[in-house]
T-cell receptor, first 110, second 111 residues
Framework: QKEVEQNSGPLSVPEGAIASLNCTYSDRGSQSFFWYRQYSGKSPELIMSIYSNGDKEDGRFTAQLNKASQYVSLLIRDSQPSDSATYLCAVNQAGTALIFGKGTTLSVSS | SQTIHQWPATLVQPVGSPLSLECTVEGTSNPNLYWYRQAAGRGLQLLFYSVGIGQISSEVPQNLSASRPQDRQFILSSKKLLLSDSGFYLC??????????FGQGTRLTVV
């Protein structure tokens, strides 16, 4: 059974702080890794994708991947109240479906 | 550019009634298509995925079925809805194992 694990939170950070979200996965054959943001009542939207070990930065977001440890994380710098949402980690092994974690709820207070 | 259409946005159905949710994708060929369900306050549960016309993989045995009659059309059905079928149903597409993009979702309430 392929599994993706996330701490459900809530993770609370003050405005301007760094939010750190973590995810582990069980399938060593996984090749593609994604972070989605989901606002309440809305569908998930893609914010980051990462395919190789190391860091990938896009604006205030940095995704980190460590395949040896089966670990992927998302850092949000200068957190804003508009970042308050549920963040979903997703993992894909080539030729199969995207498997999601249960998500971490982030709350950014102003 | 690619777009995904999913309808209806909300649906209230009585127990025992049938269900048909439709999803279509524009701007891409031979996409992987997915149906997910999200119960209130829960994560995304993969229900079905399809890598081509008529090719459906079911991840969870349940009261639902899926069909892909055309390359960019994916349909989720039930003959008789249960109360436990209530949830937020999401259709998504991807290409070659890369990121998936979601439709707006259908909020189904079975009463």
């Amino acid at each position: 059974q392929k599994e993706v694990e996330q701490n459900s939170g809530p993770l609370s950070v003050p405005e301007g702080a760094i939010a750190s979200l973590n995810c582990t996965y069980s399938d060593r054959g996984s090749q593609s890794f994604f972070w989605y943001r989901q606002y309440s009542g809305k569908s998930p939207e893609l914010i980051m994708s990462i395919y190789s070990n190391g860091d990938k930065e896009d604006g205030r977001f940095t995704a980190q991947l460590n395949k040896a440890s089966q670990y992927v994380s998302l850092l949000i710098r200068d957190s804003q109240p508009s970042d308050s949402a549920t963040y979903l980690c997703a993992v894909n092994q080539a030729g199969t479906a995207l498997i999601f974690g249960k998500g971490t709820t982030l709350s950014v207070s102003s | 550019s690619q777009t995904i259409h999913q309808w209806p946005a909300t649906l209230v159905q009585p127990v025992g009634s049938p269900l048909s949710l439709e999803c279509t994708v524009e701007g891409t060929s031979n996409p992987n298509l997915y149906w997910y369900r999200q119960a209130a306050g829960r994560g995304l549960q993969l229900l079905f995925y399809s890598v081509g016309i008529g090719q459906i993989s079911s991840e969870v045995p349940q009261n639902l079925s899926a069909s892909r009659p055309q390359d960019r059309q994916f349909i989720l059905s039930s003959k008789k809805l249960l109360l436990s079928d209530s949830g937020f149903y999401l259709c998504a597409w991807s290409v070659l194992g890369r990121e998936a993009f979601f439709g707006q979702g259908t909020r189904l309430t079975v009463v």
